[in-house]
C-alpha cells in the first residue's frame, strides 16, 4: 500500500508535492485551526486510504490492517517515514488529547480505530491518563474539558437533519445545545469550532469510510442495502477538505446506484457554508491535493 494510483511511489510523489503544501509545516502550525493546514499555494491537502482486506466476509474489521491504514495515512500526510514521528508531529507529550469518536448506533467509529489512535497518541509520549475517547459525554468528560488537543473521527452517512453526518457534525455534542444548530439544513455548523472547547485545538480529522451510508431518509435512517464496503479512510487536517472529499464519494455512489443525479433528502450545505462563511477550510476539490493510496477499484473520484 505504498504506491499511488498513477503508478508514482509515494516517495516520489512526496518528494514533488507533499513538501509544497507541508513546507514549513511545524507541530504548532498542525495544531492550529484547519486553515492553517492550507499551503501557500491555497491548497489543503487529504490522504484516501483504502485495503480491499480490512474487512473480513461478514464486514468484521480486521484491526491490524485498519491500524496500517492509518500510519500510512498519517506518514503520508505530514510526510514522515515513520508513523510515530508522525504522530509527534501532531500531538507532543504535554498534550492532554481528546479523541472525539462517534457511536451512533447503526455505523458507529470502529473500536479498532479508536485503539489505533489512542496507541499512536502514546507512543508520542502522551500519557493514558491525559488520553479520553468519547462522544455524547463530551461536554462533562475531565479529559475533554481540560485538551489541548483533540482528533475527530466519524464514520459518514447521510444524515436527517445535516444531509451527511461527518466530521463538521461530529462537534455538535461540544455544544450545550445541539438542536439549536439544525436550523437551515445544519448550513452553520462550522461556527462549532468557535466553541470555546474547540477552538484551535483539532490536529488532524478521520472520517471512516468502510461501509458508507449512501442514502435514506427521516430521523435515524439506515438500511443496509444503501452502504457499500469502500474499505477506506479520508484523513486530514482540514475538516471541509475531508468533509468535501467523502460528499464527493457519496454522490459519485448515488449517481451509480439510482443511475441519476439523485439530490440528497436534506441538502448537505454545511461543506460550503463552512468555506464561504466560515473561512474553516476548503470545499472546492480543485482546491484540495487529494493523495490516494491502496486499493483502486470502484474508488469513484
Known amino acids: 500500500m505504498n504506491t499511488l494510483n498513477d503508478g508514482l511511489t509515494r516517495r516520489d510523489f512526496l518528494k514533488h508535492a507533499t513538501s509544497a503544501t507541508l513546507a514549513g509545516a511545524s507541530v504548532a502550525a498542525l495544531g492550529q485551526e484547519a486553515q492553517r493546514a492550507i499551503s501557500t499555494a491555497g491548497k489543503s491537502t487529504v490522504v484516501l486510504v483504502r485495503d480491499v482486506q ?113 466530521c463538521l457534525k461530529n462537534y455538535i455534542m461540544f455544544s450545550d445545545n445541539p438542536p439549536s444548530w439544525h436550523d437551515d439544513s445544519c448550513a452553520n455548523l462550522a461556527g462549532l469550532w468557535d466553541l470555546p472547547i474547540v477552538k484551535g485545538k483539532t490536529r488532524l480529522n478521520v472520517l471512516v469510510m468502510l461501509t458508507p451510508l449512501f442514502h435514506g431518509k427521516g430521523p435515524h435512517h439506515f438500511q443496509l442495502k444503501y452502504t457499500w464496503e469502500y474499505k477506506g479512510l479520508i484523513v486530514g487536517t482540514d475538516p471541509v477538505a475531508v468533509d468535501a472529499t467523502g460528499l464527493r464519494i457519496l454522490e459519485a455512489k448515488r449517481k451509480a446506484f439510482f443511475e441519476t443525479d439523485e439530490p440528497f433528502a436534506i441538502p448537505p450545505k454545511h461543506i460550503r457554508v463552512a468555506q464561504d462563511k466560515f473561512g474553516l477550510g476548503i470545499a472546492d476539490p480543485e482546491r484540495i491535493n487529494l493523495i490516494r493510496l491502496g486499493w483502486a477499484e470502484e474508488i469513484l473520484i
Open 54 to 166: 480490512v474487512l473480513d466476509g461478514d464486514r468484521k474489521v480486521q484491526a491490524d490492517v485498519l491500524s496500517r491504514m492509518f500510519d500510512d495515512a498519517l506518514t503520508t500526510l505530514t510526510g514522515e517515514k515513520d508513523p510515530v514521528a508522525a504522530c509527534k508531529r501532531l500531538v507532543q507529550p504535554t498534550d492532554t488529547v481528546g479523541i472525539k469518536t462517534n457511536v451512533w448506533q447503526f455505523l458507529a467509529t470502529p473500536p479498532e480505530l479508536e485503539a489505533a489512535i489512542k496507541r499512536r497518541v502514546m507512543d508520542a509520549g502522551v500519557p493514558e491518563d491525559r488520553i479520553g475517547i468519547d462522544d455524547r459525554g463530551v461536554l462533562q468528560n475531565p479529559i475533554f474539558q481540560q485538551a489541548t488537543a483533540l482528533i475527530n473521527v466519524r464514520p459518514m452517512h447521510t444524515h436527517h437533519w445535516a444531509g451527511v453526518g461527518s
